[in-house]
């Protein structure tokens, strides 16, 4: 959309930051017949291998907003199952998505821009995009609540007056810090170097995780027959390396995990295509101020290993637009009330999934010999238990939580029997 020559633009909300979380917050507050300003400081999102598996609470949320036809029409792939594995590819516990029943009880896989694609096709007319538009400060009204921003587009500077304000702005938020919440990214003693595998006819319907000496290998597949790997490499392993250093980390790659032996070939003619990401983890204390709230990568981050990362913040728009409905956009107490009760409901939720990914990372990227070990034997623990497998499954599938507890460990490691570990039948 062209921006007209303004010094000041009124609406109902204004949300900086266009990536699944900006965008999964406008169509959300949109279809409450709210008037959402949605502005984006780059022109063109850039191609970014992250953020490709939708879990079933996130279908669920999708379906109600008319995003998920869309994804399905453009050959979205259905995974089934997570399953972790040994290097040479035997199963040590298998997360079957089957097992929480009900309608789309699977995963979906896309590439990141197809899933934002999908989702700002699905905008309401009451939601209006702008890209090339940076926001530079919040405006605070005389009793210093949040009351919008202060824009640059093109040369120029305007303010976005607005009852709410919403930081969807990722890791670095600088929304977050002129508001003054806090969060401390930590980063993980790794990164994940991501391939694209093309021209690859038969995958599994699947997420496998593998165990190897090197850490985390997880590979998945995508529509037209391509497969995404990520593998867990010390920050500088690669750093200032030829082609010839590359192909024979590849051959090394696959002599310590044999099941990728079928892929040796891809990964050398992806190596050109790669992508090296760092990982972090954090979450902010708090979500909201009086008119601003954080949604995504602006309130949290975890390890992409259960893939929580994107779903979370899917999660995030919906039950921010749940607290809203009703409320009269101009009546800002209400609408601050409601941000308090977003608040209440989201900080338990994501300091549940914090954890849980990071335990699931501890357990499958450790590459000393006592870490790996560990691993194993907790994920053999609940491979053998009916119970924990469908436990760990529903955790994963965005549709709640029930935290691990100490005696849940205890048979993870073989200290405790399960009772239930055969007779367990999962109630829907």
Not at 30 to 50: S, T
Request: proline residues 4%; aromatic residues 4%.
């Amino acid at each position: 959309m062209t921006a007209r020559t303004v010094d000041q633009l009124d609406t109902d909300v204004v949300i900086c930051g266009s990536g699944v979380a900006g965008l999964a917050t406008a169509c959300a507050l949109g279809r409450l017949g709210l008037d959402v300003v949605l502005v984006e400081k780059r022109r063109q999102q850039p191609h970014i291998a992250k953020g490709e598996v939708l879990q079933p609470g996130s279908l669920r949320i999708l379906q109600g907003w008319e995003v998920l036809h869309r994804l399905e029409s453009r050959q979205a792939v259905r995974l089934n199952r997570l399953v972790a594995r040994e290097a040479d590819g035997d199963e040590l516990a298998t997360m079957d998505f089957g097992t929480l029943g009900g309608n789309r009880s699977w995963m979906l896989s896309h590439d990141y821009s197809t899933i934002l694609e999908c989702t700002g096709e699905a905008l309401g007319e009451t939601v209006r995009l702008r890209r090339g538009v940076l926001a530079n400060e919040l405006i605070r009204d005389a009793g210093g609540r949040v009351a919008g921003v202060r824009v640059s587009e093109g040369g120029r500077e305007y303010e976005i007056r607005a009852r709410l304000v919403v930081a969807a702005d990722g890791m670095s938020s600088r929304l977050r810090r002129m508001a003054g919440m806090s969060a401390d990214p930590v980063a993980y003693g790794h990164r994940l170097l991501s391939f694209e595998l093309a021209d690859v006819p038969v995958a599994p319907d699947e997420v496998s995780a593998y165990v190897t000496r090197r850490g985390l290998v997880m590979i998945y597949p995508l529509p037209h027959e391509r497969t995404r790997v990520y593998v867990q490499v010390a920050p500088d392993e690669l750093r200032r390396a030829d082609a010839a250093r590359l192909e024979h980390w590849c051959a090394e790659l696959v002599a310590d995990v044999p099941a990728l032996a079928p892929f040796a070939h891809l990964f050398k003619e992806a190596l050109d295509r790669r992508q090296l990401l760092q990982v972090w983890r954090y979450r902010a204390l708090s979500l909201v101020r009086p008119g601003i709230a954080l949604v995504g990568e602006a309130a949290h981050g975890v390890h992409p290993l259960t893939a929580q990362g994107m779903n979370t913040a899917i999660g995030d728009a919906h039950t921010l637009a749940v607290h809203l409905a009703g409320t009269a956009p101009g009546a800002t107490a209400a609408v601050d009330e409601a941000l308090r009760g977003y608040e209440n409901e989201r900080l338990s939720r994501i300091r549940d999934i914090h954890v849980m990914s990071h335990n699931a990372a501890r357990m499958m990227t450790s590459t000393s010999r006592v870490g790996r070990m560990l691993g194993r034997r907790l994920l053999s623990g609940t491979g053998r238990s009916a119970r924990l497998r469908y436990l760990t499954t529903f955790n994963m599938s965005g549709l709640g939580m029930r935290p691990l507890t100490g005696f849940d460990r205890l048979v993870q490691l073989g200290v405790l029997p399960d009772p239930k570990a055969r007779s367990f039948v999962p109630s829907h």
